[in-house]
């Protein structure tokens, strides 16, 4: 009669048993981390970047708050006081300084707190202006990693992770809501609090707030520029123009009078 009881195994045999089944979850858990890749909000997060999106014609941004466990994962969106036109974003430098000594009062380090940077588009395309790409290089680029998330008006999304250290990198991912955790509910009174104080409409062709516009005009009315120029200038897409006026604004040897000009 055969004996169909199975031999006990050897140490070496159950080692080898163990090993494989940590390799096969291991792998697993790889996988599934590699398929949930992802830039998420909770949903309070989300919703509040909706609301200042659809409070204004011009862009809005922002910091995404993670923890520190969970770096892609958005809990909370906060903006600083910026100036904002229909093409730009540009962030006051003493309230970023102040946003980044709160955050760091708060315990946090800056990967949870400079490292995404969210902002909204008026129009349909969430595509990175010419601008955009500039300040992520500018700004981020000597980050270890930092994400840009640009949301368009019909909610479609552009999240691109980057990486700058070794050989450097960047992929793009997608974008989820996430109600797997708790959550609060929306604080429309004190969110509109911080859109007053912090989102100041910019006329971007006059490079000065929009309440300050005739004083612009003034301060511009003695500088010339040459009639090709303008021509060219009117022939280049917004973003083009924003960045060239960002251009003629920090560096005024740029200028230049000539016999033919054309005044603005």
């Known amino acids: 009669m055969k004996n169909n009881?199975?031999?006990?195994?050897t140490k070496t045999q159950m080692q080898t048993s163990l090993n494989q089944k940590q390799e096969e979850s291991?792998?697993?858990?790889?996988?599934?981390?590699?398929?949930?890749l992802a830039l998420r909000f909770s949903p309070t997060a989300w919703a509040?970047?909706?609301y200042f999106r659809d409070k204004t014609d011009n862009e809005v941004g922002g910091f995404g708050i993670t923890e520190p466990d969970d770096l892609l994962f958005v809990k909370e969106f906060i903006t600083v006081k910026q100036e904002v036109s229909c093409v730009s974003v540009r962030f006051d430098d003493e309230a970023v300084a102040n946003f980044f000594d709160m955050q760091v009062d708060l315990g946090r380090k800056p990967?949870?707190?400079?490292?995404?940077?969210?902002?909204?588009?008026p129009g349909d395309s969430p595509a990175p202006s010419a601008t955009d790409e500039e300040t992520f290089r500018r700004v981020f680029g000597v980050c270890q990693w930092a994400v840009m998330f640009v949301?368009?008006?019909?909610?479609?999304?552009?999240?691109?992770?980057?990486?700058n250290v070794g050989?450097?990198?960047?992929?793009?991912?997608?974008?989820?809501?996430?109600y797997?955790?708790?959550?609060?509910?929306?604080?429309?009174?004190?969110?509109?609090?911080?859109?007053?104080a912090n989102i100041i409409p910019f006329d971007w062709l006059k490079q000065e707030p929009c309440e300050q516009a005739t004083a612009a005009k003034?301060?511009?009315?003695?500088?010339?520029?040459?009639?090709?120029?303008?021509?060219e200038f009117e022939k280049m897409e917004p973003a083009e123009r924003q960045f060239i006026l960002d251009e003629l604004a920090e560096r005024p040897e740029l200028w230049e009078e000539e016999e033919e000009v054309m005044f603005l």
């Open 5 to 9: 009881e199975q031999k006990p195994q």
């Open 26 to 36: 291991d792998s697993q858990a790889e996988k599934r981390r590699h398929k949930k």
């Open 48 to 50: 509040k970047l909706l």
């Open 111 to 121: 990967e949870q707190f400079a490292r995404i940077w969210l902002h909204s588009h």
């Open 151 to 163: 949301l368009s008006q019909k909610n479609n999304t552009h999240v691109r992770l980057s990486f």
């Open 167 to 178: 050989p450097g990198g960047q992929v793009l991912i997608p974008t989820e809501v996430d």
């Open 180 to 196: 797997s955790r708790d959550f609060g509910g929306s604080d429309r009174e004190l969110w509109d609090t911080e859109y007053a």
């Open 218 to 231: 003034n301060e511009l009315s003695g500088y010339a520029l040459s009639s090709d120029f303008i021509n």
